[in-house]
C-alpha cells in the first residue's frame, strides 16, 4: 500500500465514522445519509481487500456486532452505532 492510498483509506475510515454519526440522527438506514455510509463503507473495504463482495461486505457487518472489539470501535461514534451500520449496509446489498 503507497502512502497516498493509506491516507485515502485514513480519510475514507474518518468519513464513514462522521456519516454515521449524521445518518443516526436521522433514525433511518435506508435514507441518503445511511446508504452514503454503507457506500464509503465499500470504498473503504474495497481497499483494504483489493476487491468487493456484496455478501461479504453484509456478512462483515453482522461480525462488527457479533465481535465485541468491532462492536467497541463502532461504538465510540455512538450507542447502537453497529447496528445501524449493518442495517445500513444489510439495505445497501440487498440483504434486508
Known amino acids: 500500500m503507497t502512502e497516498e492510498q493509506y491516507r485515502e483509506l485514513e480519510e475514507l475510515g ?9 445518518a443516526m440522527e436521522t433514525k433511518d ?25 456484496k ?10 456486532v457479533d465481535d465485541e ?3 467497541a ?7 447502537g452505532a453497529t447496528e445501524f451500520l449493518r442495517d445500513a449496509i444489510w439495505i445497501y446489498t440487498g440483504r434486508k
Not at 33 to 51: D, F, M, N, P, Y
Not at 73 to 79: G, T
Request: proline share 4%; with cysteine.
Open 14 to 22: 474518518n468519513s464513514v465514522i462522521d456519516n454515521l454519526k449524521r
Open 29 to 53: 438506514p435506508a435514507g441518503e445519509l445511511g446508504q452514503k455510509t454503507a457506500e464509503l463503507h465499500k470504498q473503504w473495504i474495497t481497499i483494504c481487500w483489493g476487491s468487493y463482495d
Open 73 to 79: 470501535y463502532y461504538e465510540k461514534a455512538q450507542p
Open 55 to 64: 455478501e461479504a461486505h453484509a456478512n462483515l457487518a453482522q461480525m462488527y
Open 69 to 71: 472489539r468491532f462492536k
